[in-house]
């Protein structure tokens, strides 16, 4: 059965309607995370999960379905038998188109409120496509499961429209009929241990924060880097991109977390107005100089790891002439007194040399070199790296003297890493974001205006691109990306450095 742990804001009751019941990301990450929840004892006593989608099935069948899911990809397995069973008889299924989820969720919702005593917590969250959120919610509303602006939460998935008319249409949709405080908007990425610790880093160490300016640092670069390629999402993908599935959301959330003033208090209003002041001093980009500001890329054939790769447009459902990219760098200037002319450089792609994510924050070389005339030396800018994925950690970077009668420099590691030092894996993203959910907490969310607001910044490169051929494919895979985003740093006298990698085994 579940370890009971302290959850103290966990209600006491709870009713998790799932739409796309029967989805992939209902199967692989949603409920997978809820098992973990039940075992860890991060659920209530009294809860039920009840699935909604269009194929005529059995509540046994979802069961079993879930199962196969929890078996592959839950943190802590499926357990003993009897910790399942109590879990699976808390699943029922209902076969309903979208529209008509509401109709057949309310009378469910009135029947457990009778049977345990007290209206409960009402999640309503929408694994479906995005262009049938405003249905859904229109459905939900219409047979009054949105009345309770306490009890009744709406969780939702990117992506959040495909330019900032579309999101501003689609927050229009959802806001008639859900509040703000009602709805939760899932970025998987802040649901990261490592990604959260940026604000432990920051905040809870006073060493960094005197020299975390435009003093002390040259330049920021943040990476996301898969070896994976598209896979079985080219029907999204080819609609997307990597601007829009990654640089929008994701690593403009972890740009503000390294930006970002500290908060007055560590509540989801103030590091969400702190977000916000950061995006609003964020420079735009000129229309009219996007090439200035950002670089994409396509992958062609080529190697990883010993293995052959295709190209992108020899993937399976990808248009053999597409224009969509793969690879997207962008670089980011924000006009405040903390960061005046300090360049962020955000980058992602896909069928990179190394599937890595991390923070290289590059302090300012020393105002004068002393050493003597002819030294050698492989030593390399200071820098502290923040380890994201894999490895989870952080190195600082310095220059130290080598052993021996002739002074030479040699850049040596000051490394921390999660594994070591906690002797345990963390909870998976999906755990977090949906304990905070039932918690209520707003903070690991997106707000609207943040939404809003990254979309704004990046319409002139997301029109500017649509407008233009891209000269593709431009890197192999295997690679770290294009010409394009080296001329992109290089303009500045700067270059990518190559990702800190996990050591060999």
Not at 105 to 130: M, N, S, T
Not at 161 to 178: K, Q, V
Not at 221 to 242: M, P, S
């Amino acid at each position: 059965m579940p370890n009971p742990s302290n959850h103290n804001d966990t209600p006491t009751t709870l009713f998790l309607a799932l739409l796309g019941a029967d989805g992939d990301l209902a199967w692989r990450l949603v409920v997978p995370a809820l098992y973990d929840l039940y075992r860890d004892g991060g659920l209530p006593e009294r809860f039920a999960i009840v699935g909604v989608d269009r194929k005529p099935d059995t509540s046994e069948a979802l069961r079993a379905h879930y199962r196969e899911g929890i078996e592959q990809f839950s943190r802590l397995g499926l357990g003993d038998e009897a910790t399942w069973n109590a879990f699976a008889a808390r699943i029922d299924y209902l076969a309903a188109d979208i529209e008509q989820a509401g109709a057949v969720l309310a009378p469910h919702l009135a029947q457990r409120a009778i049977d345990w005593g007290e209206p409960p917590l009402a999640v309503y969250y929408l694994a479906i496509p995005p262009r049938l959120f405003a249905t859904a919610a229109r459905g939900l509303a219409a047979s009054g499961l949105a009345v309770d602006r306490e009890r009744a939460r709406l969780v939702v998935e990117k992506p959040l429209g495909h330019d900032l008319a579309s999101f501003l249409a689609l927050d229009a949709d959802l806001r008639a009929h859900f509040q703000e405080g009602q709805i939760y908007r899932m970025d998987h990425f802040l649901g990261k241990e490592t990604v959260q610790n940026l604000l432990a880093l920051r905040f809870a160490n006073p060493i960094f924060e005197p020299i975390w300016d435009r003093r002390y640092i040259d330049h920021v670069a943040i990476t996301v880097a898969e070896t994976l390629g598209v896979e079985h999402r080219a029907g999204y993908y080819e609609g997307a991109g990597a601007l829009r599935d990654m640089v929008q959301n994701h690593l403009l959330q972890i740009f503000c977390l390294v930006a970002m003033e500290p908060p007055s208090r560590f509540d989801a209003d103030n590091l969400r107005d702190r977000k916000m002041d950061l995006l609003t001093a964020l420079r735009p980009i000129p229309a009219a100089s996007v090439d200035e500001f950002a670089a994409r890329g396509q992958y062609g054939a080529g190697w990883i790891h010993g293995a052959k790769m295709p190209g992108y447009r020899q993937e399976e459902g990808v248009a053999p002439a597409s224009n969509i990219e793969t690879y997207a760098a962008i670089k980011l200037l924000v006009d405040n007194w903390r960061w005046q002319d300090v360049p962020f450089y955000l980058r992602t792609g896909k069928r990179m040399a190394e599937a890595v994510s991390e923070v290289s924050i590059r302090f300012r070389p020393v105002p004068h070199q002393a050493w003597p005339a002819g030294t050698t030396s492989d030593h390399g800018p200071v820098r502290l790296v923040l380890r994201l994925h894999p490895d989870e950690g952080m190195d600082l970077k310095l220059n130290l003297k080598v052993p021996g009668a002739h002074f030479a420099l040699s850049q040596q590691d000051l490394r921390f890493t999660y594994r070591e030092a906690f002797q345990s894996a963390p909870p998976k993203p999906y755990e977090t974001l949906l304990s905070a959910v039932l918690a209520g907490d707003q903070s690991l969310f997106m707000r609207a205006d943040q939404v809003a607001s990254a979309w704004q910044l990046l319409d002139p490169v997301v029109q500017s691109w649509a407008a233009r051929p891209g000269d593709f494919p431009n890197y192999a895979a295997g690679s770290w990306g294009p010409e394009s985003a080296e001329r992109l740093i290089n303009r500045d006298g700067r270059g990518w450095l190559t990702p800190t990698l996990p050591p060999a085994e």
